[in-house]
């Protein structure tokens, strides 16, 4: 069975009831329930779908940090052909809230960048919640130098709450290495194309998504800052993070209609982890249709393309 939020309790009961006549059954063959089992799979299918129909900002948050979500390495091995990941800053370690590489994808050769939260304790504490330290944007910079260098396109897969507040981090240049991140993907003269998978929080995920091309899925957030820091900020009470989500404009919907991002990857009913393969496709078919918009323009037209469509965003407004 899935995980199931809070807001979907609903559809948590009815999918617990299909488990215990299934149990019945197999414990019992001459009792036949099968015709019970197809109706409450039929009306948890509707109610799910009636659930995410009508799905507020802070419900959509809630689904953007389902922890059977895919992440960063589910897409690379769905996507990316012979990935070679590479550790390092060059100047202090590495930092494995960010994962970089090369690969193949659909046969062309690219550089791939993007946040790992981890599946279980064990990862999440090794990837540090995808909430990424300065060595972990110099890897970046260096990763995007060498794609660079020799004239691969960029994809970044982007899902952090942000980047990682610790003192440690803030000595060595926390905000430095953010802006200068941020500063070689505007600077790139090879298309770069970035996917909100979960979360994207603050200048954590602005650092990878300054790009040519900045799709979300359609339960993903975007935000300057998480819904539980807004509401500290303003109301000096964490617990009003649903106010603050409501109040923020952080969905696919909102994004699209300020401009902000490009596009929305719809997910499948009940959110992204519910059929993983499906969602494959769908992130792979938007990255190869931002790719081809820029297969036939030149490094400046690159650069300036990616410069005209920050400046723009809020003059139509």
């Known amino acids: 069975m899935h995980s199931f939020l809070e807001f979907e309790k609903p559809v948590a009961d009815l999918a617990g009831k299909v488990q215990e006549l299934r149990a019945l059954q197999d414990g019992d063959n001459s009792v036949d329930v099968g015709d019970e089992i197809q109706r409450l799979e039929n009306k948890a299918a509707q109610a799910l779908a009636d659930l995410y129909a009508r799905l507020t900002p802070w419900q959509k948050t809630q689904v953007a940090r389902h922890p059977d979500r895919p992440h960063f390495r589910d897409y690379i091995k769905a ?43 064990q990862s999440r504490l090794k990837h540090n919640f995808g909430m990424a330290r300065p060595e972990g944007y110099r890897k970046s910079v260096r990763i995007m130098n060498l794609a660079q260098k020799f004239g691969l396109p960029v994809i970044y897969l982007v899902d952090t709450a942000g980047a990682y507040p610790g003192i440690g981090a803030e000595e060595r240049g926390q905000a430095e290495a953010i802006a200068r991140s941020t500063d070689c993907c505007l600077s790139l003269g090879v298309p770069n194309i970035a996917v909100i998978i979960g979360e994207g929080g603050s200048g954590g995920a602005i650092a990878l998504a300054t790009a040519n091309r900045v799709y979300m899925l359609e339960h993903s957030i975007y935000s300057v800052i998480s819904p539980e820091g807004a509401a500290s900020i303003l109301w000096r009470d964490s617990t009003r993070a649903q106010d603050a989500a409501t109040n923020m404009k952080i969905t696919s919907t909102d994004l699209t209609g300020f401009g902000v991002i490009d596009g929305v990857i719809e997910e499948p009913i009940g959110g992204a982890h519910r059929d993983p393969e499906a969602i494959y496709m769908k992130v792979g078919r938007t990255i190869e249709a931002g790719l081809s918009e820029f297969s036939s323009m030149s490094a400046d037209e690159i650069r300036s393309q990616r410069r005209k469509k920050f400046l723009s965003i809020g003059r139509q407004l």
């Open 79 to 121: 996507l990316i052909e012979d990935f070679t990941p590479l550790s390092g800053d060059r100047q202090f370690g590495d930092d494995d809230a960010i994962q970089a590489g090369f690969g193949r994808f659909n046969g062309q050769p690219v550089a791939v960048l993007g946040h790992e939260k981890g599946s279980d304790t």
